[in-house]
């Protein structure tokens, strides 16, 4: 809703069964499971779940809110967040029952933006292992673990095993490696503090 340039980012970062339309009206109805994106000059009324962006859409806020709205209308135990991390390049995805929703490649910084913005409980967020993973989960596992149940570790080594079957469903080489990552049986598992 709104600017092109909203609709644009949004098929961008939205993959598997969520489809995203362009809709232009002065009344936006979300029903069940949908959400509306309005951009944040628009005036009209909204009936449901709907969600305004800022004058500049940034990805990472456009990608936290809609794993917020994602996460209230799902089951949050089904709900996994893959983070393949790298020191220039994060691969992100938000995976629902094993099905890819939503993913991204980031910075290290704007990991980090993300996470801020995410309010929501997620069952899990699954990291790959390495040096550099150590050193992030070191400084940022309280973070995980405002937004998840459970911070998995996984075995990349594992995971790599995995990557040539998911990169058949058209998800760039970082976003696949996390989603390899989120379907990768744990070496580790953090269980984060309940409320």
């Given amino acids: 809703m709104g600017r092109r340039s909203v609709f644009?980012?949004?098929?961008?970062?939205?993959?598997?069964?969520?489809?995203?339309?362009?809709?232009?009206?002065?009344?936006?109805?979300?029903?069940?499971?949908?959400?509306?994106?309005?951009?944040?000059?628009?005036?009209?009324?909204?009936?449901?779940?709907?969600?305004?962006?800022?004058?500049?859409?940034?990805?990472?806020e456009l990608m936290g809110e809609l794993i917020n709205a994602v996460s209230s209308v799902l089951n949050s135990g089904l709900i996994k967040m893959g983070i393949d991390y790298g020191t220039?390049?994060?691969?992100?995805i938000l995976v629902y029952d094993n099905t890819p929703l939503i993913g991204d490649v980031l910075?290290?910084?704007?990991?980090?933006?993300?996470?801020?913005?995410?309010?929501?409980?997620?069952?899990?967020?699954?990291?790959?292992?390495?040096?550099?993973?150590?050193r992030f989960l070191r400084r940022s596992v309280k973070d995980l673990c405002l937004i998840a149940d459970n911070v998995l570790i996984i075995d990349e080594l594992e995971s790599s095993r995995l990557r040539s079957w998911v990169s058949t469903n058209g998800l760039i080489d970082d976003v696949a490696d996390a989603y390899a990552i989120t379907l990768t049986k744990p070496k580790m598992i953090i269980k984060c503090p309940q409320d």
């Fill in 8 to 60: 644009n980012e949004l098929s961008r970062i939205i993959a598997g069964p969520i489809s995203v339309k362009y809709v232009d009206s002065t009344v936006i109805k979300a029903t069940g499971n949908e959400v509306c994106v309005l951009d944040y000059y628009i005036d009209a009324e909204c009936i449901g779940n709907c969600i305004k962006v800022g004058r500049s859409v940034e990805h990472v």
């Fill in 88 to 92: 220039e390049r994060v691969g992100v």
């Fill in 107 to 134: 910075t290290p910084v704007k990991l980090m933006k993300l996470l801020k913005v995410i309010n929501g409980k997620l069952g899990y967020v699954a990291v790959g292992d390495s040096p550099i993973v150590h």
